[in-house]
């Protein structure tokens, strides 16, 4: 018999860390699945050692897909980790109050507002930061963030909610930190620049930009759990490990890692008796991170979904997507960066390799594909120049923009695989508007680099974007194997 979930369940259930208090400490953007497998956990855990006032107040962005289960289970929900040795399942009771921000962002602006709150973190993604991808500023002409800069309207951008609550926060000066949990290079620095941006435009006081800039930190930090969607699979499973009905449980594979800077104006929970790293080497941390992972990641996407492969361990089966990847990684990531002090590069691919081969997680590559206008801007773009810029061609790269392309704008006459008509990729309309008429395959990734997509840095190493359309040329004619074995051969 299963029961259905909620907070009486936790005496048969297996707890993941200490539930917690009913006052809350922290405040969420983004009611995913990486957060409440991720920094909730941390949460709870750190509570469990060490005590605090950190319950969790969540609001997820616009859709109550979550929210409506979290409260119909007082907001308890289970991990289910997803390992070799089978699966195992744990509750967490972190989060003490949930809601969506469309529906109220007014809330958010005052629980971000609110003194007794010490923490605001991030789980947005790439594009929940209204960035511009031409020069990585604040996007002032994007419809969104106009909007939220008309003077007395709500905001309804991360961003925006944000800055306004900050602005409110003045007025009682207490300390706060804003910790992006996603993956940006430098995504504290990221997170104070736009945020600033907006306060200025916003033309708020000096007294304001000063309590931002004296009294608000914006931690860098890395995170790291691979977390697939759920599916009615994983309630089900849940319901035979623990014996209730989980609406809205996460899977997750059992690897986790986060490495922070311990910059937190406020004060945070004791996230390091939990198993988080605090180092003054975020950015070597990061480089590992969005580049060996997050990139590689990327090209197994779409190098997969070009060949059919729906999960990224099919993919990653394939010879073809190993050399590639494997490859890359050796000749095209680690020479850009200096790794942590200590830092095994073997080691590190070993385990990648063992992550990315987990059956069980079943992790789609569209939905590591989806949004790829964004998030390859953290992948490759830096990394390229580096390369080009000492006159060698980062082959693996260009791969990777060539079969995105192939896949989300793909080039007159050429139709993939139709998995990839199920990336969700928001600059679909405006990459279709660029390459409207372009009669040669050269032609349509012209368009598309120097279309404002990338950095104008990398629009303007021509060598760079003849590369990509020879390779896409390849992948239009002869197939994706034979775009990866030019690589190869190069
Ligand atoms: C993935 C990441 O979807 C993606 O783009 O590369 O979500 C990845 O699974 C996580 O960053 C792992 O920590």
Redesign the pocket.
Known sequence: MTQPLGRKSLLAGSRLGASAPDRTGIVHLGLGN?HRAHGAVYTAQAMAAAGGDWGIRGFAHSSDRVVAPMRAQDNVYSILQLTERGAEAGLVDVHRDTGVAAQDPAAVVDAIADPAHRIVSLTVSEVGYTRDPATGRLALDAPEVAADLTAGSTPRTAVGMIARGLEQRAASGEPFAVLSCD?LQSAGDVTRAVVEEFLQAAGVSDDVLSFVSSSVSFPNGM?????PRTTDEHSRIVADLLGVQDLCPVPAEEFTMWVLEDDFAGGRPAWDLAGATFSNEIEAYEMV?LRL??GS??LI?YLGILSGAPTIDVAWGQDFVREAVLNGITDDYLPTFTPPTGFDADAYVSELDARWRNPLIG?ATT??G?DGSL?LLQRIPNAALFHLRRGDMPHHLALCIAAWIACVAPPAGFTPEPLAERIVEPARDRLAAAVDGAVTVADHVRRIMNGGFFPDALAEQDAFTVRVADLLTLVVRDGVRAAAADVAAS
């Open positions: 990486f993956n995170v790291d759990r691979i977390v991170k992972l997050n990641h990327s996407a992790h939905q590591v989806t998030k």
